[in-house]
T-cell receptor
């Protein structure tokens, strides 16, 4: 079946540090991949996405590359800010067959200290 | 567009009471979802709908009911509230074939 595995948090970094949050997936066919972000007290919002192998999604300084050979979609940012403190969710949508539901990772909490 | 709106923002229920969480979207999205998020945890799908008149169970449907009489509205009903239903509830919607889900701001529910 389809599944998403994220690295466990919490992740605590100092401002301007490099961030990587690992995400790997299992899926049949060729899924689309997403990173969502949830700021404290808010709902989730789409951060970036990639719809096919080797695509790179990017937004707000965050990047993730769809790696089919390693079934991964790791989130990276070169220099984090305090305002990046949030929970980050990796998700996939299977484009083959039943794609009514997104498959979600468990989320990774990030705290950035000044 | 207002996007996805949810009411109320906060609610405290006593054990055994019932209530309806409202969700409305103005983006003409066919697909709508209800999730619950327990403290420090990920999302769990309660129910979803792929169009007016069509609903289906998610991972954790027990203790909840939904209806979808219009494209815009997808209310979630809690019957006989229990402390285990203390959570934050999120409604979301999307267009078929597009992975981006639009989330409402959430309803924080406490059952005591």
């Amino acid at each position: 079946g389809n599944s998403v595995t994220q690295m466990e948090g919490p992740v605590t970094l100092s401002e301007e540090a490099f961030l990587t949050i690992n995400c790997t997936y299992t899926a049949t066919g060729y899924p689309s991949l997403f990173w969502y972000v949830q700021y404290p007290g808010e709902g989730l919002q789409l951060l970036l996405k990639a719809t096919k192998a080797d695509d790179k999604g990017s937004n707000k300084g965050f990047e993730a590359t769809y790696r089919k050979e390693t079934t991964s979609f790791h989130l990276e940012k070169g220099s984090v800010q305090v305002s990046d403190s949030a929970v980050y969710f990796c998700a996939l949508m299977n484009n083959a067959g039943n794609n009514r539901k997104l498959i979600w990772g468990l989320g990774t909490s990030l705290a950035v200290n000044p | 567009n207002a996007g996805v709106t949810q009411t109320p923002k906060f609610r405290i229920l006593k054990i055994g009471q019932s209530m309806t969480l409202q969700c409305t979207q103005d983006m003409n999205h066919n697909y709508m979802y209800w999730y619950r998020q327990d403290p420090g945890m990920g999302l769990k799908l309660i129910y979803y709908s792929v169009g007016a008149g069509i609903t289906d169970k998610g991972e954790v449907p027990n203790g909840y009911n939904v209806s979808r009489s219009t494209t815009e509205d997808f209310p979630l009903r809690l019957e006989l509230a229990a402390p285990s239903q203390t959570s934050v509830y999120f409604c979301a919607s999307r267009t078929p074939g597009q992975g981006e889900q639009y989330f409402g701001p959430g309803t924080r529910l406490t059952v005591t």
